[in-house]
């Protein structure tokens, strides 16, 4: 049958199955209490998924809203199969708790209602590891790289879920492109992996993070995240694989195969640099707050990087530095890294993009028949590129102050509700207030947390594939009703 979303979501719900069984094995190794639990739900969603993708096809035809419905409805159904493992091992006994972590997880935000995280089995959290793992390239851009032909629609299936305002193919072929950015991801993971094992990680440890360190996602599998470490060596490890993730992959891989200029000629790349410098410099000066010490210049430098890269790890108690070094960490929250990274927010490309349009905008005050292109460090960008930048980031300002509304409405202070806000939508995870290096958002109560769920969705998705997904389904539902009404 010709349908390009349940195509995609029966590989996907593939994935995610082989991801629960490893889970399962994983659980086996160290002797805990979700085995079975974990291996028959990875079977079951495996199979079903593979089944559903067996007997269905791409269609001849693929429409632009059908790209945005299929990536939608995928991460949808995704996150509630995600669910499941927390759920059948009485993890969680509500539904919604187990939707917030998974959906937290595939969005590599790293909000968290688990109270006591190291209660829990090794199986279940290297779940929970491996669903930031999946999220942070993305589950649609590897579906890409396995499937033999996704037709005309396969840039379009990665400009749709890939984090940034355009793609970019590093082959003729997109199926070539995303195996390519898939092997540097995977590069990444494993070099991490040995660098956590060498600096005191046990292998379970040294896997677990290096999941979520390279996706940005910031899941721990301890309460004290990589604080519980007490380790420098760790640390700069952690801050090396941020800095690295929060770059765009685009250009890791153009470096790696022996052309590093445009990684180094990057605009983009530069200001990133000049952003954790100068925000790690500024925490580190004023984060005094008179009562306490400052922080070290490391633990300025790790809680810049976990924040501008919206990976979400703690290792220094940042709640308690001054208002000032506070107030910047969350002007960052929503902001992230460069595009084309793992990295949430709204991307530093786009800021660039806005500040360019502002200018020529006010410069044409003065000349009004000034010809101005948007610039991006030394490109250009297109008007109609320019116009969708600026409508994005309307979009999430909106969003983000609808957000804080409605959470502040169920019971959070200003701060707290502000901060859940930004950093549900930037995919980062801890924020200020009562969700500091001590909180989790148990704090939040329920309806809030739908509240989050939703931000954290549209802020993965970049909000427009989940509007037009939307729209399809407001149009379709008024024509099925007159169709109805013609048989009555």
Known sequence: MPTLAGHIVGLTLAVVGVGIFVSGIVDAIDGGPDVWALLICGAVIGVGGAAMWRMTITPKRIRVLDVFSAVTVTWVVMAVAGAIPYIITGHFQRWDDGLFEAISGFTTTGATVTPDIEATSKGLLFWRSTTQWLGGMGVIVLVVAVLPTVGSGGMS????????????????????????????????????????????????????????????????????????????????????????????????????????????????????????????????????????????????????????????????????????????????????????????????????????????????HLHPRLVRPVRVGNGILPDDVA?????????????????????????????????????????????????????????????????????MLLGRLEIYPVILALSVVTLRLPRLGQRRQRLD
Not at 418 to 427: E, K
């Open 157 to 364: 299936l990665m400009q749709a879920e890939a984090p940034g305002p355009t793609g970019e193919r590093l082959t003729p072929r997109v199926r070539e492109t995303a195996r390519r950015l898939w092997a540097v991801y995977i590069g990444l993971t494993v070099a991490l992996v040995v660098a956590y094992f060498v600096a005191g990680m046990s292998l379970y440890d040294a896997v677990s993070h290096s999941f979520t360190t390279v996706s940005t996602g910031g899941f721990s599998p301890y309460q004290g995240s990589l604080g519980h470490f007490e380790s420098a060596a760790i640390e700069w490890i952690a801050i090396i694989g941020m800095f690295l993730a929060g770059g765009s992959f685009t250009l890791y891989y153009r470096a790696l195969r022996r052309d590093p200029k445009p990684l180094l000629r990057s605009t983009e790349f530069r200001i990133y640099i000049l952003v954790v410098i100068a925000v790690a410099q500024w925490c580190f000066l004023t984060s005094g707050n008179g009562a306490g010490n400052p922080a070290g210049f490391r633990e300025s430098l790790f809680t810049t990087l976990s924040t501008v890269t919206t990976t979400g790890y703690v290792a220094a108690e940042y709640g308690s530095w001054s208002q000032a070094a506070q107030a910047l960490l969350l002007v960052l929250l929503p902001i992230g890294a460069m595009a084309g990274s793992t990295a949430g927010g709204v991307k530093l490309l786009r800021v660039m993009a806005v500040s360019s349009f502002a200018h020529r905008e006010a410069l044409k």
């Open 387 to 455: 116009g969708k930048v600026v409508g994005f980031l309307l979009l999430t300002l909106v969003i983000f102050g609808g957000g804080s509304f409605l959470i502040a409405a169920t019971g959070p202070d200003l701060i707290t509700a502000f901060s859940a806000s930004a950093t549900s939508i930037g995919n980062v995870g801890p924020g200020l207030g009562a969700l500091d290096h001590t909180g989790d958002f148990l704090v939040i109560p329920r309806e809030g947390r739908v509240i989050a769920m939703i931000q």
